[in-house]
């Protein structure tokens, strides 16, 4: 009996906190890691469509963005969709160009394994959307990927 | 003069500054994956006025106009019976007959001698189609082939297509079932 009483007496020893900055720094690394800042102003309003037989998209660094869709600042550029490379609007006629550029960034190895992901929105029509994919026929960038969302169907 | 020893420097709140920067970047941090519909486009054409010959048994016509309404094989269609009609259409049918596309027969590693349809889907919209009708043909269409190989999968391997783990295997699967959708240069048939 004398056994618990003097356990008792000590009460709850502190939990030892020392290393629980160590613990939140590697949580904190991992997510720096993790981390990919947007690096592109979105300037065109791009409400994907949604499809259930996708794919993922692999390989992030081999992947050039080209987006289109209504003008996010309609009072100034009109509602007709545009086609935004990068930060900036483009006509198509621009997308040789971009799709040149976006190659000479990739090392000789990966160029051939480039995709152009389509961000597009649901409400635009088809017509820039081909003129698009003629260019990209014209350039040699066959593989392309209609950005969709998942649809849990 | 001796030296006072420094007072040991506080570390009580170095917990807090890292969780400031931890939840920092738990917000800013965007997992998403990027997914989507791969598909590959045709080389452009040397001269257009060369066409290439395909039977006419041999072609399913989808054609999606301004409205966004679809007329398959001549026949006003719908997104709902897209995928059946296809798929209907790729299956290969031998004895020939003469309803429904060519087949082939081909011998393909794994699965051995096969007959394996030559059809080919034609997809054609106009300018002011929807991208929305757009990427939901093409999910039906893609929904068709893959019913197809998940089929053939089970009959040959014994399990779905994307449970397939060997390359060879998938490749098999990917040569029995070819997915063959062709899209028609551009027309503009209803303006912008």
């Given at each position: 009996?004398?056994?618990?009483?003097?356990?008792?007496?000590?009460?709850?020893?502190?939990?030892?906190?020392?290393?629980?900055?160590?613990?939140?720094?590697?949580?904190?690394?991992?997510?720096?890691?993790?981390?990919?800042?947007?690096?592109?102003?979105?300037?065109?309003?791009?409400?994907?469509?949604?499809?259930?037989?996708?794919?993922?998209?692999?390989?992030?660094?081999?992947?050039?963005?080209?987006?289109?869709?209504?003008?996010?600042?309609t009072?100034?550029?009109?509602?007709?969709?545009?086609?935004?490379?990068?930060?900036?609007?483009?006509?198509?006629?621009?997308?040789?160009?971009?799709?040149?550029?976006?190659?000479?960034?990739?090392?000789?190895?990966?160029?051939?394994?480039?995709?152009?992901?389509?961000?597009?929105?649901?409400?635009?029509?088809?017509?820039?959307?081909?003129?698009?994919?003629?260019?990209?026929r014209?350039?040699?960038?066959?593989?392309?990927?209609?950005?969709?969302?998942?649809?849990?169907? | 003069?001796?030296?006072?020893?420094?007072?040991?420097i506080?570390?009580g709140?170095m917990?807090?500054?890292?969780?400031?920067?931890?939840?920092?970047?738990?917000?800013?941090?965007?997992?998403?994956?990027?997914?989507?519909?791969?598909?590959?486009?045709?080389?452009?054409?040397?001269?257009?006025?060369e066409d290439?010959?395909?039977?006419e048994?041999?072609?399913?016509?989808?054609l999606?106009?301004?409205?966004?309404?679809?007329?398959?094989?001549g026949?006003?269609?719908?997104?709902?019976?897209?995928?059946?009609?296809?798929?209907?259409?790729?299956?290969?049918?031998?004895?020939?007959?003469?309803?429904?596309?060519?087949?082939?027969?081909?011998?393909?590693?794994?699965i051995?001698?096969?007959?394996?349809?030559?059809?080919?889907?034609?997809?054609?919209?106009?300018?002011?189609?929807?991208?929305?009708?757009?990427?939901?043909?093409?999910?039906?269409?893609?929904?068709?082939?893959?019913?197809?190989?998940?089929?053939m999968?089970?009959?040959?391997?014994?399990?779905?297509?994307?449970?397939?783990?060997?390359?060879?295997?998938?490749?098999?699967?990917?040569?029995?079932?070819?997915?063959?959708?062709?899209?028609?240069?551009?027309?503009?048939?209803?303006?912008?």
């Amino acid at each position: 009996m004398s056994k618990f009483k003097t356990k008792k007496g000590k009460g709850l020893p502190a939990i030892n906190t020392s290393s629980l900055p160590d613990i939140i720094f590697m949580l904190l690394f991992f997510f720096m890691v993790t981390t990919v800042m947007r690096e592109v102003t979105l300037r065109v309003k791009v409400r994907l469509p949604q499809a259930t037989e996708v794919q993922k998209l692999e390989k992030k660094s081999l992947v050039m963005f080209i987006y289109m869709g209504p003008p996010t600042n309609t009072a100034v550029y009109g509602t007709e969709s545009r086609i935004q490379l990068n930060d900036q609007f483009a006509r198509v006629e621009d997308v040789p160009e971009f799709i040149a550029r976006e190659r000479e960034a990739r090392n000789e190895a990966d160029r051939n394994f480039l995709t152009t992901s389509l961000k597009v929105h649901s409400e635009t029509k088809m017509g820039i959307v081909t003129d698009v994919k003629q260019e990209l026929r014209k350039s040699g960038a066959f593989r392309i990927n209609y950005s969709t969302l998942k649809n849990q169907k | 003069m001796a030296r006072r020893s420094t007072p040991e420097i506080n570390a009580g709140s170095m917990a807090d500054i890292a969780f400031l920067l931890l939840i920092f970047f738990l917000v800013t941090t965007t997992m998403d994956v990027d997914t989507g519909i791969t598909r590959r486009l045709p080389p452009p054409v040397e001269n257009p006025e060369e066409d290439i010959e395909i039977k006419e048994r041999n072609i399913l016509n989808v054609l999606v106009n301004k409205n966004d309404r679809l007329l398959v094989d001549g026949k006003i269609g719908s997104i709902a019976t897209l995928k059946d009609v296809a798929k209907k259409f790729m299956i290969p049918v031998y004895p020939d007959d003469p309803n429904h596309p060519e087949t082939e027969l081909k011998t393909i590693n794994l699965i051995g001698e096969i007959h394996t349809s030559k059809g080919v889907i034609s997809l054609k919209n106009d300018r002011g189609t929807s991208y929305k009708m757009y990427i939901a043909v093409q999910n039906e269409l893609a929904r068709a082939f893959n019913e197809l190989k998940d089929e053939m999968a089970q009959k040959y391997f014994g399990t779905s297509y994307n449970n397939l783990l060997n390359e060879d295997e998938i490749k098999a699967i990917n040569e029995a079932v070819p997915v063959r959708i062709s899209e028609a240069e551009p027309e503009n048939i209803g303006g912008r």
